[in-house]
């Protein structure tokens, strides 16, 4: 409690503080934020693409995650290494290499090219954003969901096939709902992590996928305007924890009703 109180409570306390009192005792720098067209328009963006990437990293972990359950015991071990080499690599190398995937010149666009297609502009997009920030985040998605489904009874499939439901129906009916909880903790995680994103969206956005990180860094570290950027990062935790209580008695109820048809 001494360490999280030293390193998370205290700072952040201080930018709370900053944000009130500078350059001058007041709520001036809120009103500035809410009172600035791009700045509302940025904060917007920031939890759209979130939620994009939230939802590409669910739609791309939840059958890997299945998978890890099902193979056998050496391929389980290759595809869990496989999710955690990313952990030991630096988000900014594997960034630029995502430059180097997604640039107009780079191999995406060079192999469309060599099967006579069109180029697809992909960096200084968000969609290439996305693309990035998805790849990074993966693993925090692909854990929670595994952890969860390794816990699920197979037998249970098993025994509704019996009783005359099919394959989909089953999974759809009986497996997905059981496996609620870790898509709403990988949910929750990596949409969260996705809130603070600073280095993918410099390198692979441009001016119409800048995110609230961005201008707080401008704010910080370029005009040295501590109060403005405290007042941003306020923000942006406060609209956080309005989402999670909202999506939090959801979650629960959803999660109280499967356990109940468990």
Request: proline letters at 5%; glycine letters at 8%.
């Amino acid at each position: 409690m001494l360490l999280l109180a030293a390193v998370l409570v205290y700072p952040l306390a201080i930018i709370v503080l900053r944000s009130f009192t500078e350059p001058e005792p007041g709520l001036q720098n809120y009103i500035w934020f809410f009172g600035s067209s791009v700045n509302m328009a940025v904060l917007q963006r920031t939890f759209v693409l979130s939620g994009w990437v939230t939802l590409a990293s669910l739609i791309c972990a939840y059958p890997y995650a299945y998978a890890m359950t099902v193979v056998g015991k050496n391929l389980r071990l290759i595809l869990i290494l496989c999710v955690l080499v990313p952990f030991w690599l630096s988000g900014v190398v594997r960034t630029l290499a995502w430059v180097i995937l997604l640039q107009d010149s780079g191999v995406i666009n060079s192999f469309l090219r060599g099967l006579g297609l069109s180029p697809v502009k992909l960096i200084r997009t968000q969609l290439g954003v996305v693309i990035g920030m998805t790849q990074v985040l993966l693993p925090f998605m692909i854990l929670p969901i595994y952890s969860v489904m390794k816990g699920i009874d197979t037998r249970l499939l098993q025994a509704a096939r019996s009783l005359g439901a099919k394959p989909w129906r089953a999974f759809l009916q009986i497996y997905v709902p059981l496996s609620l909880p870790g898509i709403y903790a990988g949910a929750i995680i990596v949409f969260i992590l996705s809130l603070g994103f600073y280095i993918t969206p410099a390198l692979l956005g441009g001016p119409r996928s800048t995110m609230l990180s961005s201008l707080v860094q401008n704010q910080v570290l370029s005009l040295l305007n501590w109060g403005r950027g405290g007042a941003m990062g306020v923000v942006l935790l406060v609209a956080t924890f309005i989402l999670l209580a909202i999506a939090a008695p959801l979650m629960r109820q959803k999660h109280t009703q499967t356990r109940r048809e468990k």
